[in-house]
């Protein structure tokens, strides 16, 4: 007789601004399974105010609680797609809500968000605000998503790295002696993103073919790279708080005569460089890398991050059975499994908090 089903849906929106993934989820007797995906792009006007309040802006307060609303309108659409190929009723929506400010140093983040709204909407619980209990014990809140990576993947006597690469991209090492560390590495897809958009109007570099037209220039490399950041130990986060469009253009202000195209090249490899330079710290030998997030669909980019490592195997996680646009929303749901278990969602040697704790805030329907 089989188990009685254990749904849940994930609902991540990360740096990139494009829009909603969501995952269904079965966590039956402790196993993680992924039973069907969506994807909600985000209206124009709702990504424009939540990129402008990445920044301090004038009358903030009211304009984030508005598209706070818009976000859950957004979330909401995402579980009405989900729900048809739902086998039973779902215990929850674990939410991660928009980073619009990530500041632990100063003992806040902020992801927008009106779970309430969200609960009014669909009708079912909703589990929200991850990464704040994490802060409060002292740790950075972030990356949160190792502990699942180790769930999900590790396997005992055998060295894995999970990569993923968002907007930002973060590391999760899986040494395979039951340790787990991890961090973020820096600029994911960010300003590649950003790049490509001011020069040819368009979101991302589809298979990194921009970047691999054009050459590292080495000299604005070095420069990028000379940033405080990269040589800071971990436990460390990061976010667009960072690595923004004036951070860039205060790096490229001395290499004016660089073509756009090169450029790209070198941003691409400031990423391959920087994820590279993580997994080398971490003292691993791992047997291969899997690369997780829109970064993922990336081949220039996984081309480089393996010349980097010598040749390391570099390949999605669709090798391990999970899409890699699938992962984050899917570790979220997770999360808020978790959290109804009483279970802790964060490590400790990752986030630097005093100690595990249950991640999350409750909305009931």
């Known amino acids: 007789m089989s188990a009685t089903p254990s749904l849940f849906i994930g609902l991540m929106s990360g740096t990139s ?17 992924t039973l069907s995906a969506a994807f909600t792009p985000f209206p124009a006007d709702l990504r424009g105010e939540l990129m402008a309040l990445q920044a301090a802006s004038h009358n903030e307060l009211e304009r984030e609680a508005l598209a706070a609303n818009g976000l859950a309108l957004a979330y909401a659409d995402c579980v009405r797609a989900l729900l048809p190929s739902c086998p039973a ?24 968000n009106n779970p309430a709204l969200l609960a009014e909407l669909t009708g079912i619980d909703v589990i929200a605000d991850f990464r704040s209990r994490d802060i409060a014990a002292g740790g950075q809140g972030a990356p949160l998503v190792p502990a699942f990576h180790d769930a999900a993947f590790g396997t005992p006597c055998s060295a894995r790295v999970v990569v993923n690469i968002g907007g930002i991209g973060n590391i999760s090492v899986l040494h395979g002696d039951g340790r787990v560390t991890g961090f973020d590495t820096g600029p994911g897809n960010v300003l590649l993103d950003l790049w490509i958009g001011r020069h040819q109007g368009r979101a991302y570099d589809e298979d990194g073919a921009w970047g691999a037209s054009g050459a590292v220039h080495q000299a ?8 405080p950041y990269f040589r800071q130990p971990a436990p460390k986060s990061t976010g667009r708080d960072l690595f ?3 951070w860039l253009d205060a790096k490229l202000a001395a290499f004016a ?11 691409a490899q400031l990423t391959a460089a920087t994820i590279a330079r993580a997994i080398r710290d971490e003292c691993v030998a791992p047997d ?28 999605s996680t669709d090798a391990l059975g999970v899409a890699p646009n699938r992962v984050e929303a899917l570790a979220f749901a997770w999360l808020g499994w978790r959290f109804t278990q009483r ?23």
């Open 288 to 315: 291969a890398v899997y690369i997780c997030g829109g970064g993922a669909y990336n081949g220039a980019l996984l081309r480089a991050i393996s010349n980097e490592l010598g040749g390391v195997r570099v390949e």
């Open 89 to 112: 009723p779902v215990t929850a929506v674990a939410v991660h809500g928009q980073t619009i400010r990530h500041r632990p140093e100063l003992g806040f983040t902020r992801q927008t």
């Open 244 to 246: 923004h469009e004036a």
């Open 343 to 365: 279970e802790p969602g964060n490590l400790a040697a990752v986030t630097g908090a005093r100690g595990p704790r249950i991640l999350g805030a409750l909305y009931p329907a």
């Open 257 to 267: 005569e660089v073509a756009p195209a090169d450029v790209q090249a070198t941003l």
């Open 17 to 33: 601004l494009d829009g909603v993934d969501g995952v269904l989820a079965d966590f039956s007797d402790g196993a993680i399974r």
């Open 220 to 227: 604005l490399l070095a420069t990028l790279l000379n940033e």
